[in-house]
């Protein structure tokens, strides 16, 4: 199984205000950075996040798997 190192259970980040923009692009940068990591399209990823007073908070991330992507992380040996 390919290895690599997980964020804590929840991924929290400070902004000085609530700006609605600075949050989407976090959420974007975490998505795109997951894509990578699993080589899966963005779509194939989904964040959970929520924000109150200011912090941002990922409370879960969902990989969509297709059985192409099954398959290949399979003879790639990283889902033993």
């Given at each position: 199984m390919k290895s690599f190192t997980a964020p804590p259970p929840s991924i929290i980040a400070e902004?000085?205000?609530?700006?609605?923009?600075?949050?989407?692009?976090?959420?974007g940068r975490v998505?795109?950075?997951l894509a990578s990591i699993m080589k899966v399209p963005l779509e194939a990823i989904e964040i959970v996040a929520s924000?109150?007073?200011?912090v941002l908070e990922?409370?879960?991330?969902?990989?969509?798997?297709?059985?192409?992507?099954i398959s290949r992380l399979i003879q790639r040996g990283e889902m033993q």
């Open positions: 902004y000085a205000d609530d700006n609605t923009a600075s949050s989407e692009i976090h959420l998505r795109a950075s924000e109150n007073r200011g990922i409370r879960a991330a969902y990989v969509f798997l297709s059985a192409g992507d």
